[in-house]
Nanobody, 128 residues
């Protein structure tokens, strides 16, 4: 089972950019579709982004599309989330997720229950 650890969270002003990373251990990340969810205080988990195991397919949540980008570096066993033009509403704990995917599939996934590995989360705070 892959183990995920996020890094790069912090506090920024609205309009700024921030990059999150997630490094995997225990298995080869190239076998997994990977993504990000977030959870604001008192709110449910929200899908942010997902990229397929090859990197060819990706999908974003409506609230971040056009501002966030997801990428992966399989050689480094790492997935990144580049967040631009941050808004106060982006304040949340961000979780890295992964789902092992057959090598004939380039699917991406959108719901929390579809992912079987989760990081511990990293806090992002955006002040207006």
């Amino acid at each position: 089972q892959v183990h995920l650890v996020e890094f790069g969270g912090g506090s920024v002003q609205a309009g700024a950019s921030l990059s999150l990373g997630c490094v995997a251990s225990g298995d080869t990340l190239s076998k997994y579709a990977v993504g990000w969810f977030r959870q604001a205080p008192g709110e449910e988990l929200e899908f942010v982004a997902c990229v397929s195991r090859s990197g060819a397919s990706e999908h974003f949540g409506d609230s971040v599309r056009g501002r966030f980008a997801i990428s992966r570096d399989n050689a480094k066993n790492t997935v990144y989330l580049q967040m631009n033009n941050l808004e106060a509403e982006d304040t949340a704990v961000y979780y890295c997720v992964a789902r092992e995917t057959p090598n004939y599939s380039d699917s991406f996934y959108l719901t929390p229950t579809e992912f079987d590995a989760w990081g511990q989360g990293t806090q992002v705070t955006v002040s207006s």
